[in-house]
């Protein structure tokens, strides 16, 4: 900061006021002097205060630049692209040839037979939950050659907390007309067996 002749940061200056000007008394020179600042203020983060230390140390390496942030690979793995969204898969990679299917979304429930909808869901051609807590569902996702498997699981969580959807997509009138549509499948299939 430059000091003026006076020492003081700022200096003083002095102002001449013509004898034309407003106020014949104050003509002449007048000091005045800009205010000071001091020393500027320390740059510190005032939200953490003095003396703390982490209780974690930091969770990576520290590199040049962006840290904290993981070296994490560029293409997802095989088990990532698996655990996606089929309707994100598809605006991803473009929309793929999937065979017809159809799929129960359900929340767990109370009751004896928890443990056999769990092992029919596992036993679907896809089975993956989604959330945690009040928000856990299920989505279990059947073929047409596995309408036995899909009769016996939906006769077991049909509730309102139970969705059907056709090719992943909420459909109108899926529970009351798709369903029976794929139940006379399996009708048509033990008929054929007798």
């Given at each position: 900061?430059?000091?003026?002749?006076?020492?003081?940061?700022?200096?003083?200056?002095?102002?001449?006021?013509?004898?034309?000007?407003?106020?014949?008394?104050?003509?002449?020179?007048?000091?005045?002097?800009?205010?000071?600042?001091g020393h500027p203020r320390p740059m510190s983060d005032s939200r953490i205060p003095p003396g703390y230390t982490p209780a974690k140390?930091?969770?990576?390496?520290?590199?040049?630049?962006?840290?904290?942030?993981?070296?994490?690979?560029?293409?997802?793995?095989?088990?990532?692209?698996?655990?996606?969204?089929?309707?994100?898969?598809?605006?991803?990679?473009?929309?793929?040839?999937?065979?017809?299917?159809?799929?129960?979304?359900?929340?767990?429930?109370?009751?004896?037979?928890?443990?056999?909808?769990?092992?029919?869901?596992?036993?679907?051609?896809?089975?993956?939950?989604?959330?945690?807590?009040?928000?856990?569902?299920?989505?279990?996702?059947?073929?047409?050659?596995?309408?036995?498997?899909?009769?016996?699981?939906?006769?077991?969580?049909?509730?309102?907390?139970?969705?059907?959807?056709?090719?992943?997509?909420?459909?109108?009138?899926?529970?009351?007309?798709?369903?029976?549509?794929?139940?006379?499948?399996?009708?048509?299939?033990?008929?054929?067996?007798?």
């Amino acid at each position: 900061m430059r000091r003026g002749p006076d020492g003081i940061a700022g200096g003083r200056a002095r102002i001449a006021l013509t004898e034309g000007s407003s106020g014949d008394r104050l003509a002449g020179l007048r000091p005045f002097s800009i205010p000071s600042r001091g020393h500027p203020r320390p740059m510190s983060d005032s939200r953490i205060p003095p003396g703390y230390t982490p209780a974690k140390p930091p969770d990576h390496r520290p590199q040049e630049t962006f840290w904290p942030y993981a070296d994490l690979p560029e293409q997802p793995t095989p088990e990532e692209l698996a655990a996606l969204d089929p309707e994100l898969h598809d605006v991803l990679f473009g929309a793929t040839e999937r065979p017809f299917s159809i799929t129960l979304s359900f929340r767990p429930f109370d009751g004896d037979d928890w443990e056999r909808a769990l092992t029919l869901a596992r036993a679907g051609a896809e089975h993956r939950t989604t959330g945690s807590g009040e928000t856990l569902r299920h989505r279990v996702r059947f073929h047409p050659g596995d309408v036995d498997k899909l009769h016996a699981l939906f006769q077991l969580v049909d509730g309102p907390g139970c969705e059907v959807l056709i090719d992943d997509k909420p459909v109108p009138f899926a529970r009351e007309l798709w369903l029976p549509l794929v139940w006379c499948l399996l009708a048509a299939a033990r008929m054929k067996a007798v």
